[in-house]
Structures are given as C-alpha cells and as structure tokens.
T-cell receptor, first 112, second 111 residues
Framework: QKEVEQDPGPLSVPEGAIVSLNCTYSNSAFQYFMWYRQYSRKGPELLMYTYSSGNKEDGRFTAQVDKSSKYISLFIRDSQPSDSATYLCAMRYGGATNKLIFGTGTLLAVQP | EAQVTQNPRYLITVTGKKLTVTCSQNMNHEYMSWYRQDPGLGLRQIYYSMNVEVTDKGDVPEGYKVSRKEKRNFPLILESPSPNQTSLYFC??????????FGEGSRLTVL
C-alpha cells in the first residue's frame, strides 16, 4: 500500500465549477501537508501549506486536513481555465530530514 | 529572480553513455534534492543533500550519483544509463524547514 494515495483523474469541469481534489494517507505521523500545482512542462510549485488539522484559505483555494480520517482536500472555487494543471498532494513528518512524500497527482482540466 | 536551473532540459542518449544533469540554485539554500517523476508513480526522491559535502540516498538511488562541492550546485550523474532511467527529472532546493523550489525539469530518454 502506498503511503499517499491520490486519484489520478483526469478531472474535467466547466469554468466556474467548484473543484474538490483529495488524498488519503496511511501514516498518522505526518504533520505537514502541502498542495503543489504543476503546469505542463514545468516544475511543481507550492500552492498551499498546512500544519496539522484544520482549514486554510487563500483566495479561491481552501486546503482541509482531517487527521482523524487521514484525508486531505483542496477546494478550488470559481475554477478558471488557468487552473488546468496537475495537482500534487505532499506530506512530511516533522524533524530534520523533512522528506516529502508525494501523491501521484490529479490532472485537472477546466473547460471554458 | 529566485530560481533553480537545470540543464539540459531535454536529452536523448544511449545505454551506457555517462551523462550529467546540472542543477544550480541562486537562493543560498542549504538543502537540495533530486526527484524523478514517472506516470503512476509520482515524484520519487533519488538523492538529497543537507549541506555542502553532505549527501544521502533517497528512495530510488540505484544507478545514480551526486556530489555537493559548492552550496549552489548539485549535479546528478548517471555513470551507465539504462532504459529504465528514462524519466522526467527535477532538482529542488529549500531552506531547512521551508517550501521546496523546483527546477523546470529535465526529460531524459535512454535508448
């Protein structure tokens, strides 16, 4: 079983839709949770960063962490064609090594 | 502009021909890392370096070497490439507890 599971999609939605992207994980020791966005032919870039449980909002993006269910989500409101990309969840333990474990990514296409 | 620069961006080579992918960062980050990205497998760490002259294996180090002689540079060396090393490679750097900054990727094909 992979430490981090993510539905690869692809996910296609119309412009303006609310998008929900999800990851599940198996190790309860993870403390830091991130979402990266990767455009085609580009490197991943950090989108959202959350420590422990709870919600974090940044503009149209909301990240949720439910540690009891080992489940994290990224919501995109009023989705735009420019949101079309692969979204990678990532998480790590605390401590000096700080190794990130990535999900496989979900490919999102927002249709105009 | 803060960036991680990789070269080459695209490379086609043949089995057994040694190659080096260079990586340079201009953010004075101590931590640098190499990942490979494959369909269905996601990003997997190859090697990482916590500081100059300090390197350690990641999850998939077989067939790769790295060196960290200067803070800004972290080259990835494939001494004898094989077709199963065909992949998309990313170099990344960060401050010890901060976010990872990724390069734009190097697509390698080994025939």
């Amino acid at each position: 079983q992979k430490e981090v599971e993510q539905d690869p999609g692809p996910l296609s939605v119309p412009e303006g839709a609310i998008v929900s992207l999800n990851c599940t994980y198996s190790n309860s020791a993870f403390q830091y949770f991130m979402w990266y966005r990767q455009y085609s032919r580009k490197g991943p870039e950090l989108l959202m960063y959350t420590y422990s449980s709870g919600n974090k909002e940044d503009g149209r993006f909301t990240a949720q962490v439910d540690k009891s269910s080992k489940y994290i989500s990224l919501f995109i409101r009023d989705s735009q064609p420019s949101d079309s990309a692969t979204y990678l969840c990532a998480m790590r333990y605390g401590g000096a090594t700080n190794k990130l474990i990535f999900g496989t990514g979900t490919l999102l296409a927002v249709q105009p | 502009e803060a960036q991680v620069t990789q070269n080459p961006r695209y490379l086609i080579t043949v089995t057994g021909k040694k190659l080096t992918v260079t990586c340079s960062q201009n953010m004075n980050h101590e931590y640098m890392s190499w990942y490979r990205q494959d369909p269905g497998l996601g990003l997997r760490q190859i090697y990482y370096s916590m500081n100059v002259e300090v390197t350690d294996k990641g999850d998939v180090p077989e067939g790769y070497k790295v060196s960290r002689k200067e803070k800004r540079n972290f080259p990835l060396i494939l001494e004898s490439p094989s077709p199963n090393q065909t992949s998309l490679y990313f170099c990344a750097s960060r401050e010890n507890t901060g976010e990872l900054f990724f390069g734009e990727g190097s697509r390698l094909t080994v025939l």
